[in-house]
C-alpha cells in the first residue's frame, strides 16, 4: 500500500480527537491560571501585603509582572508533574498538592534571588499556599466529577477500535467496557491487513466514523507494525497497544494508566512532518557548504576520470526514494562504460548472502581511478546535487538500484518511508564487510526508529573517519 507523503505537512497530521485533547489542557490551564491568581491575590488581601501589591483595585505595572511569573512557575511545574497529561496522573490529587507545595517552595527561591527588595511575609505565603491548594483542588475535583458524571451518562467518551485476533477482542471488549473513558465503536480481525482493499476501507471507515484511537489487542501477531502506525497516522488516528499476553512492543514509549486501564502508547517514529523539514534545512545549508569547500577537489576528479578511461565522467543510475518514486542517482564514474551489461554474467558470483543487494569485491568492472575513489567513498560526492534536489538527504538508508528492490519482501519497503541517504549506519558499521542484507535492513531500521539530528551529525562526523581510514569499502 502506498503510504501519504509524509514530506507534506510542516507539522504532523493532526488527529481525530487532538482538538478535544488541546481544548482539555487549555480549559485546565485557564481554570487553574485563574484560581491561582485568586488565591495569591486574597493572601495579599488578608495577610501582610507584598511589597508591589498595593491593592486589589490599583495593581502597578511590576506587581503584574509578579503576579504572571508566579503563575507561570506553578503552570510549569504543574506540566512536569503531568497534570495536563491523557492519563491518570492528570486526576492525581496527592500529585497536585505535591507540585502546588513545590512551586511554592521554588517562588520563594526565586523572589529572593530576583527580587530582593520585595517583602514575603510568612503569613501571606502561608495563606497562599493554602488557598491555591484549596481552590485548585476544588476546581479539579469539580471538573473531574462532572466529567465522570457525564461518562456514566454515555456522554463525552472517547471512540475507539479495536484490532486484533478474535480471542484476544473479546478480552478486550470485556476490558473496555468497564472503563467509562471510551466507547467501542467497532472492530476488525487482523487478517483484514492481508487484503488490501478492505484494508483500505477500514481506514476510510475509520477516518468518516470519527475515531479517535485504534487499540491494538494482539502486538504479538503483528509482523510489520511500523507499517501499520504509518497507515494509521496517515488516517489521522492515533495507535494504542492494550496489553492482553504478556508480548509488549519494543516500540513503545510510555504506560499509560487511563481510569485504571493499563494501555502502552506506540512511539511514533521520527523524520516526519516538522522533523522532516528540520532535517531538510539541515541537509540544505550543510550540502551547500560542503560542495563550495570541496569544489576544486570534485574538478580534479572529473580530469582523471576523463584522461583514464572511455566515457562520461558522472554515472545515472535510477534509484528507489522516498515513498518508492524513482530518481537518477549522480555518482563519478568508477567502472567501465558498458558495466550494467557486464553485471547480468556476474550474477552467479554475488558475495551477498540471499542475493537481493549485489556486492563483489573483485570486481572486474571497476576502473583504476574509480578503485581509488571506492576506496575512499569520493564517487559518491555529486549526490551532494540529488540533496540540494531534494532526492536524497545527507544521512539516511542508501537508495538501491531497482534490481535490488524487485527482490525486496514487504518488511523491506519500509526503508523507503524516509529520504535515503549518501551515508548511513551501514557504511560506519563495516559497509561492505556486513555481509548479509538483512542485517543492512536493521541498521536501516534502528536508524528510522532512533533518527535525532545529534544522531545525523555523529554519523556524517563517524563517516569521515571511516572514510580516511577506508574501512569495509571496495
Known sequence: MRHLDLRAPLIGKLRQGIYIGWLRVLVLVFLDSAMLSLAWLLA??????????HSLGDISYQSQGLLLLIVISYLGILAASGLYSTDDRRRSFLNLIKALTLGQIILVNIVFIYEP??????????????????????????????IVYLRRCGKLRQTVFLLGNPDDLEKARQRLEQCAQFKIKGEADLSVRSNPEQWQQTLTMLQNSGINEVFICSWHSIPDPILLFW???????DLRVLPIRL???????EIKMIDGLTTIRFRTPPIIGGDFWIKRCFDLVASAVILLLLSPLMLGIALAIKLDSAGSVFYKQERVG????HFQVWKFRTMVANAAELQRELEAKNEMPGGVLFKLKDDPRI?????FLRRYSLDELPQLFNVLFGQMSLVGPRPL????????EEHHQIRHEVLPGITGLWQISGRSNVKDSEDVFRFDMAYIQNWSLSLDIRILFETVRVVFFHEGAY
Open 44 to 53: 495579599n488581601y488578608l495577610g501582610s501585603p507584598i511589597h508591589s501589591f
Open 117 to 146: 527588595e520585595l517583602v514575603l511575609h510568612r503569613f501571606t505565603f502561608l495563606l497562599a499556599w493554602i488557598f491555591s491548594i484549596v481552590l485548585v483542588f476544588s476546581e479539579r475535583f469539580l471538573i473531574h466529577s462532572i
Open 231 to 237: 497507515d494509521l497516522r496517515d488516517a489521522g488516528i
Open 247 to 253: 508480548e509488549l512492543p519494543s516500540q513503545w514509549s
Open 322 to 325: 522516498l515513498q518508492g518514486d
Open 367 to 371: 576502473t583504476r581511478v574509480g578503485r
Open 401 to 408: 538500484p531497482l534490481r535490488d528492490v524487485e527482490r525486496f
